[in-house]
């Protein structure tokens, strides 16, 4: 039974990932980021990892694709204006041959019989969060109030215009 | 091998060829998103397998680093385009004299 929505699921994410690089229109493409970043989502339910689904259907799905949403409106787009996508060879090739390279490191890695960890217990996570991950925490608390800094400062009105 | 890394190496070079292979700013950016997402999905296939949290702790952080990126790089495309009027990248030629 959970291989058999393992198999349908993963083969959601490929098509949502293709119809994201393939729609002409990037309104499409953002459409189809959000139901890949779900369909990924059950995926981390299938691996037990429930808060990370939380999270990433939260975050990514609620916060980070509101803003490309958003930037998608401020840009005036013009159906007949919009570009034919043409399928690179070269970089068909360099795609290729990056997932043949990471086919080779992924089969070369050792592997587990069964999966040891019972649950993502949120608790558990929390413990590590905060005890032996306490520095990373607040540096990444650091680098996320930079970050808002500097997209208000990117796009505030110079005085001299 | 398990099939998720094979899933998320698939998405990741799916990733790789939407950069390659688009030439909107945008989705460029979201090219990018979908590798940091598959990246994601090895680490807690990874962690799950080895059977401790640390994989979930690094895409806790991951899943932050991707929200600045978008941030900040959906902040630089907006000037872009109003300095430009266009999100194609083939246009951005202001160095080629």
Same mark, same amino acid.
């Given at each position: 039974?959970?291989?058999?929505?393992?198999?349908?699921?993963?083969?959601?994410?490929?098509?949502?990932?293709?119809?994201?690089?393939?729609?002409?229109?990037?309104?499409?493409?953002?459409?189809?980021?959000?139901?890949? $970043?779900?369909?990924?989502?059950?995926?981390?339910?299938?691996?037990?990892?429930?808060?990370?689904?939380?999270?990433?259907?939260?975050?990514?799905?609620?916060?980070?694709?509101?803003?490309?949403?958003?930037?998608?409106?401020?840009?005036?787009?013009?159906? %007949?204006? $919009?570009?034919?996508?043409?399928?690179?060879?070269?970089?068909?090739?360099?795609?290729?041959?990056?997932?043949?390279?990471?086919?080779?490191?992924?089969?070369?890695?050792?592997?587990?019989?069964?999966?040891?960890?019972?649950?993502?217990?949120?608790? %558990?996570?929390?413990?590590?969060?905060?005890?032996?991950?306490?520095?990373?925490? %607040?540096?990444?608390?650091?680098?996320?109030?930079?970050?808002?800094?500097?997209?208000?400062?990117?796009?505030?009105?110079?005085?001299?215009? | 091998?398990?099939?998720?890394?094979?899933?998320?190496?698939?998405?990741?070079?799916?990733?790789?060829?939407?950069?390659?292979?688009?030439?909107?700013?945008?989705?460029?950016?979201?090219?990018?998103?979908?590798?940091?997402?598959?990246? *994601?999905?090895?680490?807690?296939?990874? /962690?799950? !397998?080895?059977? *401790?949290? !640390?994989? !979930?702790?690094?895409?806790?952080?991951?899943?932050?680093?991707?929200?600045?990126?978008?941030?900040?790089?959906?902040?630089?495309?907006?000037?872009?385009?109003?300095?430009?009027?266009?999100?194609?990248?083939?246009?951005?030629? /202001?160095? !080629?004299?």
């Amino acid at each position: 039974m959970e291989h058999i929505l393992f198999y349908v699921i993963s083969g959601l994410a490929i098509i949502s990932a293709l119809s994201v690089i393939l729609n002409k229109n990037p309104v499409y493409s953002a459409l189809s980021l959000v139901g890949f $970043l779900f369909v990924q989502a059950i995926l981390f339910v299938l691996l037990k990892a429930y808060f990370i689904a939380i999270v990433q259907v939260l975050v990514y799905t609620g916060a980070i694709m509101v803003l490309f949403v958003y930037v998608v409106m401020v840009m005036k787009l013009n159906e %007949e204006l $919009l570009p034919r996508i043409r399928l690179r060879p070269f970089s068909l090739f360099l795609a290729g041959l990056f997932a043949s390279y990471l086919f080779y490191i992924f089969s070369k890695t050792p592997t587990f019989s069964h999966p040891v960890l019972k649950t993502g217990d949120i608790s %558990e996570i929390g413990e590590l969060l905060f005890s032996k991950y306490v520095l990373p925490f %607040e540096v990444i608390s650091l680098l996320l109030l930079v970050a808002m800094v500097g997209a208000v400062v990117l796009n505030r009105k110079s005085k001299h215009e | 091998m398990n099939e998720y890394f094979i899933l998320a190496s698939i998405l990741f070079a799916l990733g790789v060829t939407g950069v390659l292979m688009r030439r909107n700013l945008l989705v460029i950016l979201m090219s990018v998103e979908i590798m940091l997402a598959s990246s *994601n999905l090895a680490l807690i296939a990874a /962690s799950s !397998h080895v059977g *401790n949290l !640390h994989g !979930h702790i690094f895409v806790l952080f991951n899943i932050a680093v991707a929200a600045a990126e978008a941030a900040v790089g959906l902040a630089l495309i907006v000037i872009i385009y109003k300095n430009k009027k266009t999100e194609n990248v083939d246009q951005f030629t /202001s160095l !080629h004299g």
